[in-house]
């Protein structure tokens, strides 16, 4: 076995602070997706120190640790009453907002044993988590297109529920466009026929209910819908807890029940589990606990207050601007822009990079053009006017940049090759004919500083090619450091 030497005179901490320099800020409220910034110092704290403290602990057996067991009762409790959940809900706290639609779907699926080749109905806009869970779970995703608003087209919906159907989707709101489904209509057409309707309230269950209360027009969407039998929210996300955290809730403990896993049929303790983890950490669960005990309800009223006021900042910038249009208004707290001809949209999300803000570019899709996601959080309000000046500075750049243009032998290569049968030497030969990506000599990819071209590259490539040239870069990507380092 090679003899692993670390030959860096950094001790581990101080060698994975200076690798942290490379990611993305998580805090300062630049950083528009993947991150959720409270812009409060002390909630930060007080997630790292309930991490650390339960980092070890094993929340696979209530028993051992009933401590994790009574801080999940609390978080669903907590979750509950802002969900306008009946007395009768019950819920689980998950690892993510994956895991819980995961769960949602293999829940519907087993609770219909007499359905041979159960489906599921889904808006078009629906996160792709379910097309994730279609796929384990063998239950076949029925896409409905949205409407010219990217809401759910509830008799769309509706009419494309039949006897195979265990589960009609919702999302309030959808992560692309930040806009709230029909709830009521698409869960009254589920009820109908006797099937489970699931709200996706991943990204905005912990906002929506506070926007309602601070006077917002949000259409109903919670438990108080009749017809919603589950809801997902992420903790991890606007409840500005640690990374590792997501609740799934149920209107009634019969629906939960097929999520439970129980196995005595080998020597070992009878394993029984919630989730798809058996064990879990405590650290994500007591750091949830920990900030949601901190900032409680008014807290995250006020949290949501100026998550809200930073959002109509942006929305005034965007109208201001006569290159940049909204996609769609938003009904939470993202924000999709799209750009007219002047500039090219990821020139635009590059030069903000450079100017420090991470917006999160959106390909094409069916028939609509590429956009911009800005998810936005509290902490983002301190900043918004930096960000307003960084956003004009960035359509000037990206306007002077002129636009960008996938090169044609590039585009013919990728035309001829083969998604379902992509290799190593397709995607070698790509990355020598595109020149955006190159490799070192010991075949190291290296990154591109610039994104605009990688993503123009994959704009113009089917999205089954998408998927096989990004799955075969992470492929890449993912390699082990041996030896020395
Ligand atoms: C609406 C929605 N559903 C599901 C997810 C998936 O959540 P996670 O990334 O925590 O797995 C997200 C993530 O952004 C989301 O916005």
Redesign the pocket.
């Known amino acids: 076995m090679t003899e692993h030497r670390v030959t860096s005179p950094l001790g581990p901490l101080e060698r994975l602070k200076a690798l942290q320099g490379a990611d993305l800020p998580v805090h300062g409220g630049r950083t528009l997706a993947y991150v959720y910034d409270s812009g409060e110092p002390t909630v930060d704290r007080i997630a790292r120190e309930a991490v650390a403290a339960y980092a070890a602990s094993n929340a696979l057996d209530p028993t051992a640790f009933p401590s994790l067991l009574q801080m999940e009762n609390e978080l669903v409790g907590f979750a509950c009453d802002l969900l306008d959940a009946p007395a009768s809900a019950v819920g689980t706290v998950t690892s993510?907002?994956?895991?819980s639609?995961l769960l949602a779907v293999q829940g519907a699926r087993d609770a219909r044993p007499d359905v041979v080749r159960p489906t599921m109905v889904l808006p078009s806009t629906a996160?792709a988590?379910f097309h994730k869970a279609a796929h384990y779970f063998g239950v076949g995703a029925v896409l409905v297109p949205v409407g010219p608003d990217f809401r759910a087209d509830p008799a769309a919906m509706a009419a494309a529920i039949d006897d195979s159907t265990v589960l009609v989707v919702a999302?309030a709101?959808?992560?692309a466009h930040g806009v709230v489904d029909p709830v009521t209509e698409v869960a009254a057409a589920a009820a109908a026929r006797g099937v489970r309707c699931h709200v996706?309230?991943?990204?905005?269950g912990w906002v929506l209910p506070y926007a309602a209360r601070l006077g917002r027009e949000v259409p109903p969407w919670t438990f108080a819908v009749e017809g919603v039998t589950s809801i997902?929210v992420?903790t991890?996300?606007y409840a500005y807890a640690p990374k590792g955290t997501?609740l799934l809730l149920h209107r009634e403990a019969s629906l939960r029940r097929p999520q439970f896993f129980a196995s005595a049929a080998w020597p070992g303790y009878t394993m029984l589990n919630a989730t798809t983890q058996s064990t879990r950490s405590g650290g994500p669960i007591a750091g949830t606990w920990a900030v949601v005990e901190h900032v409680g309800d008014d807290g995250y009223l006020a949290l949501a207050g100026r998550a809200f006021e930073a959002v109509d900042a942006i929305v005034a910038e965007i109208d201001a601007s006569p290159a940049l249009r909204l996609v769609v208004p938003p009904d939470s707290t993202l924000v999709t822009l799209a750009t007219d001809d002047s500039l090219d949209p990821f020139t635009l999300t590059d030069e903000l990079l450079a100017r420090g803000w991470y917006v999160q570019p959106q390909l094409s899709h069916a028939d609509d053009g590429p956009s911009i996601h800005l998810s936005v959080s509290a902490g983002t309000l301190a900043h918004v006017d930096e960000l307003a000046t960084a956003l004009a500075e960035s359509v000037a750049a990206a306007v002077a940049a002129g636009p960008v243009s996938v090169d044609p032998g590039v585009v013919a290569f990728i035309e001829a090759l083969d998604p379902a049968a992509l290799g190593d030497d397709d995607f070698d030969g790509l990355l020598a004919a595109s020149g955006l990506v190159g490799a070192s000599a010991d075949g190291e990819l290296e990154l591109p500083t610039r994104m605009a071209e990688v993503n123009a590259m994959l704009d113009v490539a089917s999205p089954a090619m998408r998927e096989a040239l990004l799955v075969a870069f992470l492929d890449r990507l993912q390699r082990p450091s041996r030896g020395e380092r």
């Not at 993510?96 to 895991?99: A, I, P, Q, S, V």
């Not at 996706?200 to 905005?204: L, N, R």
């Open positions: 993510g907002g994956t895991e639609i996160h988590a999302s709101p959808s992560y996706d309230a991943c990204i905005g997902s992420d991890h996300k997501s």
